[in-house]
């Protein structure tokens, strides 16, 4: 399976709308409300308009409702798989990304068949408090090796340029929150990321 190489995350369907509308193929809705109405709507609207334009929408953490509303990817941090249902979650054709940050965590996602891992943080990242060290790029080329042909996601801290060095050391797909979101022109720095993932 050959993966779109560039991969945001956003918090809403607004920015996944804005994602699409510059030509985002892969992106990733992750949603924090408990407010389960609320994460109907936007995991839906957000379904709906990646369809339509042809692209993959991933659906962070809510399996239950990635099920319910029929969506094609999920995607579940270490602390999410205690949780999940993996064989209702296979049963109803989700495909599957983990998150991992060390080699337990590698071999626990291989366990279950994931359709891509994510390594992070490469770099240092903003984002939220990790108790893991930078991972580093020769961390990236030692985990595509033992991946094989699954496909590896980079995340944490990457800029463009970053991604391409990722990229370069062997990762099939790179990753980017922050560097977007809190960027003063998201939909050029988009642009920017779709250039060197091309």
């Not at 990635?66 to 999920?74: K, R, V």
């Not at 071999?107 to 994510?118: E, K, N």
């Not at 060095?165 to 920017?192: H, Q, Y």
Request: net charge negative.
């Amino acid at each position: 399976m050959t993966l779109p190489r560039f991969y945001p995350i956003f918090d809403s369907a607004a920015w996944v709308a804005r994602s699409l509308a510059c030509g985002v193929k892969l992106v990733q809705l992750r949603l924090k409300s408990e407010d389960t109405a609320l994460l109907r709507a936007e995991i839906s609207a957000a379904q709906d308009m990646a369809r339509a334009q042809g692209a993959a929408l991933v659906v962070n953490d809510h399996w239950q409702l990635a099920i319910e509303l029929g969506c094609d990817w999920l995607h579940l941090g270490q602390e999410d798989l205690d949780g999940a249902d993996l064989p209702a979650i296979r049963r109803a054709g989700l495909r599957l990304g983990v998150s991992t940050h060390d080699e337990g965590e590698l071999a626990r996602a291989l366990s279950v068949r994931p359709d891509y891992v994510a390594l992070g943080p490469v770099w240092p990242t903003i984002l939220k408090q990790m108790p893991w060290a930078p991972q580093g790029l020769a961390r990236v080329s030692d985990w595509k090796r033992e991946l094989g042909a699954v496909p590896l996601v980079a995340i944490g801290g990457l800029t463009p340029e970053r991604g391409a060095a990722a990229l370069a050391a062997g990762a099939d797909v790179v990753s980017a929150v922050t560097d977007i979101t809190l960027n003063p022109d998201p939909e050029g720095r988009m642009g920017a990321w779709l250039k060197v993932t091309a």
